[in-house]
């Protein structure tokens, strides 16, 4: 059974940084994708990041803040988020066994944590 359970979220003002993680359980091992998906009151999930290794994609309003990676030993995803902006405000989740930044074929999500960011 696959599990996934996020850590490392929080507030911060406009500038700073976060580490978000990810421990995962029961993922086929070898390629997958794992992704990092947000949602804001009102809004649809969308796409942050994604890895599959050796690619990671991006979405365009995380491209160059944002940095997805995954420690194979330890199970773990991250997201390390600097230059955070208001709008990065939502609740970040941990996906696994999809396809790059789209939801739908991700059948694995983990429960959230909730990220602020205060300007």
């Known amino acids: 059974q696959v599990q996934l359970v996020e850590s490392g979220g929080g507030s911060v003002q406009a500038g700073g940084s976060l580490r978000l993680s990810c421990k995962a359980s029961?993922?086929?091992?070898?390629?997958?994708?794992m992704a990092w998906f947000r949602q804001a009151p009102g809004t649809e999930r969308e796409g942050v990041a994604a890895?599959?290794?050796?690619?990671?994609y991006y979405a365009d309003s995380v491209e160059g803040r944002f940095t997805i990676s995954l420690d194979n030993a330890q199970n773990t995803l991250y997201l390390q988020m600097n230059s955070l902006k208001s709008e990065d405000t939502a609740m970040y989740y941990c996906a696994a066994n999809g396809w790059k930044l789209a939801p739908q074929y991700y059948p694995y999500w983990g429960q959230g944590t909730q990220v602020t960011v205060s300007s």
């Open positions: 029961g993922v086929t091992s070898g390629r997958t994708n």
């Open positions: 890895i599959n290794e050796p690619y990671t």
